[in-house]
């Protein structure tokens, strides 16, 4: 951070911290992203700055919150010990196009904010709601959304961190630092959007573990995410290895065909070989066989593997738990009449925001 950037945002705190009529004010950190070439991001401050930032918040920077001069008086954070604040916002790397403009839409009765990513800023998703909501209920909030987005648009989401913020006008402003971009190209707004319900119990984790499996940088860890998918209902090792077994002749997506085919040639039970050379594995390594991560053979294999392990999985979130790929439900909305609780149409409210609502 250059010393010119420094005593800018010094400035700032010192006139909040000394207002004449003598109130604490958490420091506008909205104020701080708007400013030139500022990235700050949680331990890039420098010793002087943070401790500066210290006295005039009054707290560590990271339970700071931005407000107006005239909600903040007596407000704090903290509510029973639980930091809490109205907007929840988490910095994203998105492995999908995003939005080039903000966005509102509606998510179990709360409102979804995203946020387009510049040079300076991330890709971000927001909440907001009108008491107070802690990291914990935000968050989860957030992550229960990203999961159903990351299905829709069949590619995963990084949450990169997470913050918060209290003015009602708009979500916090979340600094790129140094953490990786998106190298994604940014689009117009989907004209419309398809989230899943999940209503069966177990969907929310179904769809926590497949974005889980495509978000990971990992091949192996992916494979792993995908596999425990079954297992949510069936716990033991010969029924998920059945399961797959009966389903193989239900793929349809050439990479996942391609490798049954290949995997043919040598292995006389393709259920047995994803859970003994794929799950068991990756998951221990006490025993044989196991996969090394310093084996090339055995990533490369793994990264074959892949492909049909995401299929399989998904094939079993749409028979089990009701969770339709995006191409059937595309296809069920073109052979209905259009409509459905899951699909979300894009309009432009009279102040000129684009926000998303209900197409059924």
Not at 44 to 64: D, F, N, V, Y
Not at 91 to 104: H, L, R
Not at 159 to 178: M, Y
Not at 327 to 352: I, T
Request: with cysteine.
């Amino acid at each position: 951070m250059s010393q010119e950037t420094e005593r800018a945002i010094l400035s700032h705190a010192d006139k909040i911290h000394d207002r004449p009529d003598n109130r604490k004010c958490p420091l506008n950190i909205d104020i701080i992203f708007k400013a030139k070439y500022v990235r700050l991001v949680f331990g890039t401050i420098g010793g002087s700055l943070a401790s500066r930032l210290h006295k005039c918040l009054q707290g560590p920077p990271w339970k700071t919150r931005p407000c107006s001069r005239d909600s903040c008086a007596n407000s704090s954070p903290f509510v029973n010990g639980v930091h809490k604040m109205k907007w929840t916002n988490v910095a994203v790397k998105p492995y999908f196009s995003w939005p080039k403009v903000q966005v509102e839409l509606p998510f179990e009765g709360k409102k979804i904010v995203l946020q387009p990513g510049t040079d300076i800023l991330s890709c971000a998703v927001s909440t907001f709601n009108t008491t107070d909501m802690s990291f914990n209920e935000g968050g989860t909030l957030i992550s229960r959304f990203l999961s159903r987005l990351a299905w829709s648009m069949d590619g995963g989401v990084v949450e990169l961190f997470i913050t918060g913020s209290s003015n009602p006008a708009h979500p916090g402003f979340l600094g790129r630092g140094n953490f990786e971009t998106s190298w994604w190209a940014p689009i117009e707004p989907w004209d419309k959007i398809y989230l899943p319900s999940g209503k069966h119990a177990n969907a929310d984790l179904a769809l926590a573990l497949f974005r889980e499996g495509l978000s990971v940088n990992s091949a192996p860890f992916a494979f792993l995410s995908f596999f425990k998918v079954i297992n949510i209902t069936l716990s033991e090792g010969l029924p998920q290895k059945d399961w797959i077994n009966a389903n193989l002749s239900k793929l349809w997506y050439r990479p996942a065909v391609d490798r049954i085919r290949e995997l043919n040639k040598s292995e006389s039970d393709i259920g047995e070989y994803l859970y003994r050379q794929g799950r068991c594995a990756v998951a221990h390594a006490n025993m044989k066989p196991l996969v090394n991560p310093d084996s090339y053979n055995d990533r490369r294999r793994l990264q074959l593997d892949l492909p049909l392990m995401k299929e399989i999985s998904a094939l079993f979130m749409e028979q089990e738990f009701g969770l339709l790929r995006d191409s059937v439900f595309w296809k069920n909305l073109r052979d209905g009449d259009g409509k459905s609780p899951e699909l979300l149409k894009k309009m432009v409210s009279q102040d000129g925001k684009i926000v998303y609502e209900v197409a059924g």
